[in-house]
């Protein structure tokens, strides 16, 4: 974040032209220089977004390309495999691995989780580690709750889950930011920017 801080104190610097000895009037504020075009800003966006979509490239593609050799190679020295799912490093790791492992944190910000989103119906599910494929059938929504849940949650989550349909497909990693499946850098960093205008996920 150092970094970061400092690589933006630069960009101001070059947009505004300032020199050494030479201070300009800032006739808007950074914040405003960054913010989406829609909102009236200049679309420039920040450095952290760009930062995370790039580190999450990375968690993107060992989720992808598992049979890389690079990809087993990352495998084998953090023992994921051993791991839960969404465990990709050791709480003693540092570094650059441990950067990439822990971007989870700040997608969740932008794709909320089921049990998240619904942690009232979560609160009422048998099965704790249940899929979306467990409880969406062809006949419909199969209920597994340990009481009759709120209306307006159940309409909430039927209309979340849309048209989806379980298949016979082995399953597979899925970038549903453009439709296209496929990981895209400026997507993501628009999402972390303006959350609000780019209403995307990524799931599995």
């Known amino acids: 974040m150092g970094v970061i801080s400092t690589l933006e104190r630069i960009r101001r610097k070059f947009l505004w032209g300032e020199m050494e000895n030479n201070k300009k009037i800032n006739w808007v504020t950074w914040e405003k220089v960054i913010e989406h075009k829609e909102a009236g800003g200049l679309g420039l966006g920040s450095l952290r977004a760009l930062n995370l979509s790039l580190i999450a490239k990375w968690w993107w593609r060992l989720r992808v390309n598992q049979g890389k050799l690079w990809s087993q190679v990352i495998q084998g020295i953090h023992k994921i495999k051993a791991k839960e799912e969404s465990c ?11 950067n990439i492992a822990s971007i989870d944190t700040e997608l969740r910000k932008v794709d909320v989780p089921m049990e998240v989103a619904f942690p009232n119906l979560y609160a009422l599910e048998k099965k704790k580690r249940c899929t979306v494929e467990d409880r969406v059938k062809a006949t419909g929504f199969e209920r597994n709750w340990k009481t009759t849940p709120n209306i307006n949650d159940l309409t909430a989550i039927c209309s979340s889950l849309g048209q989806f349909r379980p298949t016979t497909d082995e399953d597979k990693w899925r970038c549903v930011l453009t439709g296209d499946g496929r990981y895209h850098v400026d997507i993501v960093r628009h999402l972390i920017d303006w959350p609000k205008k780019s209403r995307t996920s990524c799931q599995n």
């Open 88 to 98: 990709l490093a050791n709480r003693s790791s540092t570094g650059v691995w441990k």
